[in-house]
């Protein structure tokens, strides 16, 4: 699995798209590798010799079992195929208001040239009269088992059990035209399937939706009717705009037929600018540039032209369309096209946007504005890349480009934020609809109570009730959420939440959420505290670290207070505490990697900040923080409010901590979870900027002590001055101490003596310098990371990613 793939889904199923840049790099034919990936359940473990396809079904006179040896040496049929999940762009949906449906990307779209064997041949081997096709249908069937979603069916001939099979069904009469070049395939792009995209024999049905085209195929069947599977009809509808989760489950909606989405429908995107991407005006103002992307439709209709706009549709420009594909013998268009158009830069100033649209030969452009539907499935507004006026570092003035969204838990984009709402999306203006209450979870329905206006009311007792990473509700302003189907996208990780289930968290939540995070927080409203019930009793239990036996002074569910014991100035703005815990036999019960949260009110505000200490569960009775005080400069004239107020305390003051939190949890000999999914690295890149430092310490603090620990570790630590670097002196003595398993490297970007630059480096982290301190890419290396979110987002990963590294193998603090 490439490591260049964005994972739109937690552990499991693998859903992944590409990153638009690499689809815009191949263009027209996707490597395999980089192919969109939609998984239901887990992959199965087929074997060429082994698999075989059952040809079946009442309308089928000559029933057979096919081996994969006797369909490869059928007749083949080579064609280039564009393949589009359902849910391509479905996260512009989202933000409009949630869908059932995950984030999907503008890179749902992938093409590869498909070898197989057209099911026209496969069916008449079976007997099939190609005249006596009328009211038939041809049904698929996958192997793999997955979980009912709604029950029996309504189908009484042919009831659901828990477990059901991914299938879906076409007319027989389209299964029989060989215009239409349905094929079984057992190759793509030259080699044989790769295992998530249906190994050893998948269906493709050109011009279809990707839903359709079953993975892992082990049967077909010939049969009187639309096929009555599951998932056939609760999956990949475009239901009306007013319909919500709830109201989909009465009136027959997921079975009405003029709600299925099979045929693709039009659609295009732009892949450059990329998201993010600048210009510098000066440099560029007297040039062109190249805006390009692609487009696509279905029913092997052609596309006719691609045009955008850069003054919000009053002109449109004609593109020039790149035509890789020829048409079928039968003038039927299988694939999509990539455009372009040279820009000139003159013409972006003043511009708010830049927007695409495509037609087809049916004259179908796309339409201006979204329609909002419960899937989030055919999303196909005109796409729009926003434009904004920046400086650059050197003050240089710069064009900045934004697309919508980003795909799955990936940050940015103008839709994101309040402002880039649309004023409707087809069940009214956004401003006095949005938000409504979601699709009810698979929980246990709770007991609750209904008011005159018919807001629920739930008790506390029920509400604490729901704690677990199961089912978790939190309180925020006496109003109840379930937060179940957030965990896996929230992006502090699955412990922030739970250390609030089944509590009043209002106070935590809004010391560290902006106003757009209280807006997503109504997406999971389901009603509110009954404020004459009375909180469920609570029994303190005692908690005893597993490791050395002594008591833990942390707990994740309350805030305790712990006392300042001693402080060291460390340097003009830095400075080391040491808080004593509750006995001098306590240890602090923090696990390596995980951090805890201060809690303070200043000024009349609670402020929440993260931290993670020097110290670890071998020093007894204490813990201990280096803290960098950010002082008021004119960008930030308030400075840090936490690292000011901690700065301020005296010997005795106390501090309110609770934890642990995180997603990062170091093991032992290079083990660790990420959100607990294991993982394993013999060599750990770590890169820190200012006080960052702090968790990559905690780590090689542990993995150093031990002897038998043998994972390796670099380390590149950056800041702004000589200064700056916390806690120097205990690095050095790591890598003179420990030459074979950790080494140090120090760059900084704005202050530095004459000495400096003969053993050290200055400016900001970049390729070469990963290239020459840190481990090479391979999959045994990993890449930790904490600092500032434009040092992460602009320095390293991009460059992690030039050098070879896989995202999936990148961790950010």
Not at 626 to 645: C, L, T
Request: include cysteine.
């Amino acid at each position: 699995r490439d490591g260049r793939l964005v994972r739109l889904t937690g552990r499991h199923p693998f859903n992944v798209e590409p990153p638009l840049r690499e689809l815009n790099r191949t263009r027209f034919i996707t490597p395999s590798s980089l192919h969109y990936v939609r998984n239901h359940g887990a992959v199965p473990d087929l074997k060429w010799e082994s698999h075989t396809i059952e040809m079946g079904g009442e309308c089928l006179p000559n029933k057979y079992t096919l081996t994969m040896d006797e369909l490869a040496a059928m007749p083949p049929r080579v064609l280039p195929v564009t393949l589009v999940c359902a849910g391509n762009r479905r996260k512009e949906q989202n933000m409009i208001r949630q869908t059932i449906g995950f984030n999907w990307g503008p890179s749902g779209v992938s093409t590869n040239v498909w070898k197989g064997v057209l099911l026209r041949d496969l069916l008449i081997k079976g007997g099939i009269d190609e005249e006596d096709t009328e009211g038939k249908h041809v049904e698929f069937i996958g192997y793999e088992d997955l979980p009912n979603k709604v029950g029996p069916g309504p189908f009484e001939d042919e009831q659901w059990g828990k477990q059901v099979k991914y299938g879906t069904s076409v007319p027989l009469a389209r299964a029989m035209n060989p215009a239409y070049d349905i094929i079984i395939a057992y190759e793509a792009n030259g080699e044989v399937l790769q295992p998530d995209h249906g190994y050893p024999v998948r269906l493709i049905i050109p011009g279809y939706i990707g839903g359709r085209m079953i993975k892992w195929l082990a049967a077909i069947n010939v049969i009187p009717y639309e096929t009555k599977n599951h998932y056939h009809y609760h999956d990949n509808r475009i239901l009306p705009p007013h319909i919500t989760a709830e109201e989909s489950l009465s009136g027959n909606w997921w079975y009405k037929p003029e709600y299925i989405f099979n045929e693709l429908n039009i659609n295009s995107a732009i892949s450059q600018p990329d998201h993010n991407e600048t210009i510098v005006l000066k440099k560029m103002i007297q040039s062109t540039y190249e805006v390009a992307g692609y487009a696509y439709t279905g029913g092997g209709r052609k596309i006719t032209r691609v045009e955008i706009s850069v003054n919000e549709g009053v002109n449109w420009l004609l593109c020039d369309i790149e035509r890789n594909e020829k048409p079928t013998k039968y003038g039927m268009y299988w694939c999509w096209i990539w455009w372009k158009f040279n820009l000139p830069v003159a013409d972006l100033i003043g511009a708010k946007k830049i927007m695409c649209r495509a037609w087809d030969e049916s004259n179908m452009p796309q339409p201006m504005n979204p329609t909002w539907n419960l899937m989030g499935m055919g999303n196909n507004q005109c796409f729009d890349v926003r434009i904004h006026v920046d400086r650059d570092v050197k003050g240089d003035a710069i064009l900045r480009f934004e697309h919508p969204t980003q795909p799955g838990q990936e940050t940015g984009g103008w839709m994101t934020t309040l402002s880039g709402k649309p004023h409707s999306a087809g069940f009214g203006p956004l401003l006095t609809l949005h938000d409504e209450t979601p699709a009810a979870t698979s929980a246990p329905p709770a007991k609750s109570s209904t008011d005159a206006s018919g807001t629920k009311k739930f008790t506390l007792a029920e509400i604490a009730k729901h704690n677990d990473e199961k089912d978790v509700w939190i309180i925020v302003n006496d109003r109840v959420y379930d937060c179940t189907e957030y965990l896996e996208l929230h992006p502090g990780g699955v412990d922030s939440i739970l250390i609030n289930g089944g509590a009043d968290s209002t106070e935590d939540f809004v010391a560290i959420h902006s106003v757009k995070a209280t807006k997503m927080l109504e997406k999971y409203y389901i009603g509110e505290v009954d404020k004459d019930s009375k909180a469920a009793e609570v029994v303190e239990e005692e908690r005893i670290c597993e490791a050395t036996g002594r008591k833990v002074a942390l707990d994740p569910r309350k805030k305790i207070p712990f006392k300042l014991q001693n402080k060291i100035v460390l340097s003009h703005d830095s400075f080391l505490l040491d808080f004593a815990l509750q006995t001098p036999e306590h240890v602090l019960g923090l696990p390596t990697g995980k951090h805890m949260f201060f809690s303070a009110v200043i000024d009349g505000e609670t402020i929440l900040r993260r931290y993670t200490p020097i110290s670890s569960d071998h020093d007894v009775g204490c813990v201990k923080f280096v803290i960098k005080a950010y002082r008021p400069i004119k960008a930030f004239p308030k400075g840090g409010k936490m690292s000011q107020h901690l700065d301020s305390l005296k010997i005795g003051d106390t501090i309110d901590i609770r934890g642990p939190v995180g997603e990062f949890h170091y093991l032992a000999n290079g083990r660790f979870t990420i959100d607990g999914e294991e993982g394993a690295a013999h060599k750990f890149n770590m890169i820190a900027g200012g006080t960052g430092i702090t968790p990559c310490m905690q780590i090689a603090a542990e993995i150093l002590r031990h002897d038998e620990d043998n994972t390796k570790i670099s380390l590149i630590f950056a800041c702004r001055e000589e200064g700056d670097l916390l806690m120097r002196s205990t690095l050095d003595e790591w890598a003179e101490k420990f030459p074979k398993k950790f080494q140090v490297h120090y760059i900084l970007s704005d202050k530095w003596s004459d000495t400096w630059t003969q053993k050290y480096s200055t400016g900001f982290v970049n390729k070469d310098l990963f290239e020459k301190e840190l481990y090479p890419a391979a999959s045994d290396v990993w890449n930790l990371m904490c600092g500032p979110p434009i040092m992460l987002e602009k320095g390293c990963i991009p460059n992690l990613l030039a050098l070879g590294h896989k995202k999936l193998q990148m961790f950010s603090f």
